[in-house]
């Protein structure tokens, strides 16, 4: 897996050892809550879920893959998915 490659479509994302992470600064909170519940029904049909922290209109978000040990497709996937949501917020 290249990785860097991979991150160069996705520049709101950065790699920090085996996650690749990226901001969410939402309008407001509710806003940011619904970017989390959109993010939440993706996640699902992907069986693969970000860790998410909430602060007030700011989401920080990581990617990685628990069961193989590092990145996959899905981590690329699902953020390019998250960039979708959060531009359709707003954020
Ligand atoms: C059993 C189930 O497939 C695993 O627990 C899935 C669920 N969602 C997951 N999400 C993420 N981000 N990484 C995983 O390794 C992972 N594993």
Same mark, same amino acid.
């Given at each position: 897996?290249?990785?860097?490659?991979?991150?160069? #479509?996705? @520049? $709101?994302?950065? %790699?920090?050892? *085996? &996650? /690749?992470?990226?901001?969410? =600064?939402?309008? #407001?909170? @509710? $806003?940011?809550? %619904?970017?989390? *519940? &959109? /993010?939440?029904?993706?996640? =699902?049909?992907?069986?693969?879920?970000?860790?998410?922290?909430?602060?007030?209109?700011?989401?920080?978000?990581?990617?990685?893959?628990?069961?193989?040990?590092?990145?996959?497709?899905?981590?690329?996937?699902?953020?390019?998915?998250?960039?979708?949501?959060?531009?359709?917020?707003?954020?």
């Amino acid at each position: 897996m290249d990785v860097e490659s991979r991150l160069s #479509d996705l @520049p $709101a994302w950065r %790699r920090e050892g *085996d &996650e /690749i992470r990226r901001t969410v =600064e939402a309008p #407001d909170f @509710p $806003a940011a809550i %619904r970017i989390v *519940d &959109e /993010i939440a029904v993706k996640a =699902e049909e992907l069986n693969h879920h970000p860790d998410i922290d909430i602060r007030w209109r700011t989401l920080r978000l990581a990617l990685t893959t628990h069961d193989q040990g590092g990145l996959t497709d899905l981590d690329f996937t699902l953020a390019a998915l998250i960039d979708d949501i959060a531009a359709k917020h707003g954020a």
